[in-house]
Structure formats: C-alpha cells, structure tokens
C-alpha cells in the first residue's frame, strides 16, 4: 500500500522559513519521480514543484520559483521541501505526492500558515 506522510507545517511570520518532509512507503522511492502541491482554502490544488528519480532535475511553479527547494534522499525515501521567504499567501495545506501532478496518490498534507 503507497503512503506517503507530510510533516514540518507550522505557523511562521511573513519572510520565514519551513522545511517540510515527506516519508514515503509502499513502493520504490527511488522509481519515482516526486511532486509538492498545495491548497489554500477556498482555491484549487496548486502544482508547486517535481524532483526526477535520481534528483538530477528539477521543475518549479513560478510562484515559489527562487524561494523553494525541493529536494530528496532516497537512502530514507523521504521527500523534502524547503520554504524560505515565505509570504501570506503561501498559507496553505502542503501535499506530497507521487509522481507528476496530477497524481493518484498524495498524502494527508501538512498546514503552513503564514501570518503577522
């Protein structure tokens, strides 16, 4: 069975940082390539960034272009994401997932709330 557990939310003041983890069981880690989302409330799921299987590459949503980092250690089949500069309207529930966005299998999430 694919699970995948979030971890690393929180409450942090506008320009802050965060790094949340994503552990993953159930299938090969290092098959696969990983994605980050997130939904604030009242909006649609939000593709935020993707790391290739050997994390040689990397994707990143213009929004969180230059601010976040993905990335992943497959000797732990964790994920990673690290929140620097955060804004506002990063508020959000954050959600790994495997593979590409959209994907069939996602965590339960972690909250970030960004606020002042």
């Known amino acids: 069975e694919v699970q995948l557990v979030e971890s690393g939310g929180g409450s942090v003041q506008p320009g802050g940082s965060l790094r949340l983890s994503c552990v993953a069981s159930?299938?090969?880690?290092?098959?696969?390539?990983m994605s980050w989302v997130r939904q604030a409330p009242g909006k649609e799921i939000e593709w935020l960034t993707t790391i290739s299987y050997d994390p040689g590459t990397t994707y990143y949503a213009d929004t969180v272009k230059g601010r976040f980092t993905i990335s992943r250690d497959n000797a732990k089949n964790t994920l990673y994401l690290q929140l620097n500069d955060l804004k506002i309207e990063d508020t959000a529930m954050y959600y790994c997932?495997?593979?590409?966005?959209?994907?069939?299998?996602r965590g339960p999430g972690t909250q970030v709330t960004i606020s002042s």
């Open positions: 997932a495997r593979g590409g966005w959209p994907s069939s299998y």
């Open positions: 159930g299938f090969t880690f290092s098959f696969f390539e």
